[in-house]
């Protein structure tokens, strides 16, 4: 694909170390691309570091490089197979870099892409780094955390309230850099009640005027729930003061870990913007 500099969506960005004097292992990368036919990309990675002290940092930065990388080679034409691929090419160098370096052993990462082709939103994520739709006034969280607690709430073990402080709260089922590839959760949860495969059919998911995506690392969700994120959002003129004030009102709570935000706005005039390709008709699509 073609890298081009300016995104066919409106994009805004922001991230903190947090308050607890800790280094920064959040990293994010908006990219946008045109395919051979002339169809607008836009490509957001957030992947948020584990392993200690620079280890964490040096996973976050491989991820969002590498899937950059990987998906600036490709054609543009099955997004989820060429995020899939770019995770696993991540996870891997992850993992030879962490094996090669004993500073850096035991080192990995989150992984949440959101691929925009046109007005057609795809995802993709590893961990608990995630996704979400503003859509109409309401807010939906459209993947499901890979962890101890998101699994024993499907079992029934603790209830979502139990969740937040659980001492087994920040344990990762998934994450990159381990021995074994990971399974790249390609679920777009639109209501929270379809089964996997409805909400894997839900990819290609038609953007509409208005609606506002937010792809973020667990420092904010850790402490500022989800209806609060969207009045946050909701009620701010512009994307930018509302991605900084969503990581001010989690170092507001403490910022005990690290906070990185990315907004996307569908500008309520998409559908009319004058592009040199047809922007409905000829979407990619899985």
Request: glycine share 8%; hydrophobic share 40%; proline share 3%.
């Amino acid at each position: 694909m073609i890298r081009t500099q300016r995104p066919h969506l409106r994009v805004a960005t922001f991230t903190h170390p947090g308050m607890s004097g800790r280094i920064n292992e959040d990293r994010l990368a908006v990219a946008a691309f045109e395919t051979a036919l002339g169809h607008p990309i836009l490509l957001v990675v957030v992947s948020d570091g584990i392993g200690g002290h620079r280890a964490g940092e040096v996973a976050a930065e491989l991820t969002v490089e590498r899937v950059v990388e990987e998906v600036s080679k490709s054609d543009g034409q099955e997004p989820l197979r060429i995020m899939e691929a770019a995770i696993h090419s991540a996870s891997q160098a992850i993992a030879s870099r962490s094996a090669s370096r004993p500073d850096q052993t035991g080192m990995g990462s989150t992984c949440a892409c959101a691929w925009i082709a046109g007005d057609r939103l795809y995802t993709a994520h590893v961990g608990d780094s995630r996704i979400y739709l503003l859509r109409q006034g309401k807010i939906h969280m459209t993947t499901v955390d890979h962890t101890w607690v998101q699994e024993a709430i499907e079992k029934g073990l603790i209830t979502r309230g139990q969740a937040h402080d659980h001492p087994n709260a920040h344990v990762l089922r998934r994450h990159l850099g381990s021995v074994e590839l990971p399974e790249v959760d390609t679920r777009l949860h639109l209501n929270g009640e379809e089964n996997d495969e409805q909400a894997r059919q839900n990819q290609g998911l038609q953007l509409l005027p208005g609606d506002m995506l937010l792809v973020c690392t667990d420092g904010l969700t850790d402490v500022v729930w989800d209806d609060e994120i969207r009045r946050l959002i909701t009620t701010r003129n512009a994307l930018k003061s509302a991605a900084e004030d969503l990581v001010g009102r989690a170092n507001e709570r403490g910022g005990r870990d690290n906070t990185s935000v990315v907004l996307i706005g569908v500008p309520h005039a998409v559908h009319n913007q004058k592009v040199k390709r047809p922007f409905l008709r000829r979407l990619l699509r899985v």
